[in-house]
């Protein structure tokens, strides 16, 4: 089993690693290069940044290679990482170690613990590598999970979408939230309904369906009426 999860543009600078080197593969070094030759106003447009983030974007790359570094799953600070209680055991990182994938548009496919440095870039921006846009860039790569493996879906379309389905057993979960008697759903419901499914899976260390469906997860549903073999179906309750 393996769980896929979304990037988040928010960062968290507060953990800080100065101990550990960074480790990038071929790949990631192509789009580096890339964005190392745009001028200022070019990686303005390019990525579809403001004013007001521009300056540091820019300092990002500028200062790619420097520490500190941060573990992937303390720095990103989306809503959905904002509900995970990141004072993670020894047990709860091996499990984060052997089943949590996050998919970037720098990094690829990388491993919640793994160290990366700041940066920002989604899977739309205006670059090209290898005459690739990002996505065709990076579906090979995204594509290299064991073929037939369960994978609990927690990722957005951007991301989720650039993996062949056909190639593996895919969960997908769904977020609702129920106003004037109806079900609701929106991005916000659904990144926070992640998050908190994430942190469940972590705490529990569930290592399948049936165990994860036995379990009762605060402020998240199960509505078995609306589920299925292959979708899972929760109501955000707060």
Known sequence: MK???????????????????LFISEKTKGILKEISLL??????????????????????YENFYEKPFFRAIDLYNGLSFRQLDKNFTEDEEKYIKDYLIILSSLYGMING????????????????????????????????IN????????????????????????????????????????????????????NSLIKNKIENLDELLKIEIENLIYREDLSSKNKIV???NN
């Open 3 to 21: 769980i896929i999860f979304s990037p988040a543009k928010d960062m968290d600078f507060s953990k800080k690693v100065y101990s550990e080197d």
């Open 39 to 60: 001028s200022k106003e070019n990686l303005k447009k390019s990525l579809k940044l403001s004013d007001n983030l521009l300056d540091d974007v820019y300092d990002y």
């Open 113 to 144: 613990l793994k160290y990366i440095s700041p940066y920002r870039l989604d899977m739309n921006a205006k670059i090209k590598v290898d005459n690739l846009n990002l996505k065709k860039y990076w579906i090979e790569e995204y594509n290299n």
């Open 147 to 198: 073929k037939n493996e369960k994978i609990f879906n927690l990722a957005s379309d951007e991301f989720s979408s650039l993996i062949n389905r056909e190639n593996y057993e895919f969960i997908d979960f769904e977020f609702y939230k129920i106003k004037n008697n109806e079900l609701k759903t929106h991005s916000t419901t659904s990144k926070k309904g992640r998050g908190i499914l994430l």
């Open 234 to 236: 929760y109501i955000l």
